[in-house]
């Protein structure tokens, strides 16, 4: 009975049925394509992980202002579609700027915070903007994009807030203001290697 089991197994692949990884809902492929966007490059990645360490400093009510600043900011760099040059090199900047006051100068600042996440939300709104096609298809991708943003952002920041309030050790500060610092410094490192014209990976 065993061995039948195992020759039936094989047998069983060669009558399955073609699989299909594809939406019934037209457009649904580009608003997941969408929602992965801000975290799907390196420069993306670090911006986001850096602003939600600095974001992440601050208390719950000053941090609402830091995450509809983000909202707003993020709409815009969608909407206008400005399309940076050298856009990677700017968001590893931000980050690395983003980074650097989360270790040096954490919840202080919040007037230069506020335009530090202003202007990483703007650069992740203008990456997020797909190639030119269908008009509704590049409205899925947007909204995708919008909503991976902000979501991914929430996540991260409330992530952070939880383990502030859960864990009152001084040890906890220490190590966000590390993982902050050790984060600027491969900012920094990717900056320097896309300055000097070095293939950073996508």
Not at 135 to 160: C, E, H, I, K, Q
């Amino acid at each position: 009975m065993k061995n039948c089991r195992l020759l039936c197994y094989p047998l069983a692949v060669l009558v399955a049925g073609p699989a299909s990884a594809h939406s019934a809902f037209p457009g649904i492929e580009g608003f997941y394509v969408g929602l992965i966007h801000p975290f799907s490059t390196p420069s993306q990645a670090l911006l986001m992980l850096g602003l939600a360490l600095l974001a992440g400093g601050f208390k719950s009510e000053q941090a609402q202002w830091l995450l509809l600043s983000f909202l707003l900011a993020n709409i815009a760099g969608l909407v206008s579609a400005f399309g940076f040059d050298e856009l990677d090199a700017k968001m590893f900047a931000i980050a690395f700027a983003a980074c650097s006051t989360a270790a040096l100068f954490p919840h202080k600042l919040l007037p230069f915070v506020i335009a530090l996440v202003c202007v990483g939300a703007f650069l992740i709104g203008d990456a997020s903007v797909p190639e030119p096609g269908r008009l509704r298809d590049r409205l899925f991708t947007m909204s995708g994009s919008l909503v991976g943003a902000n979501v991914g952002l929430l996540y991260l920041l409330g992530g952070s807030l939880w383990i502030r309030e859960r864990f009152k050790k001084p040890w906890v500060g220490i190590a966000f203001r590390v993982a902050s610092a050790w984060l600027g410094a491969v900012s920094s490192l990717m900056l320097a290697l896309g300055l000097s014209g070095t293939n950073l990976p996508t």
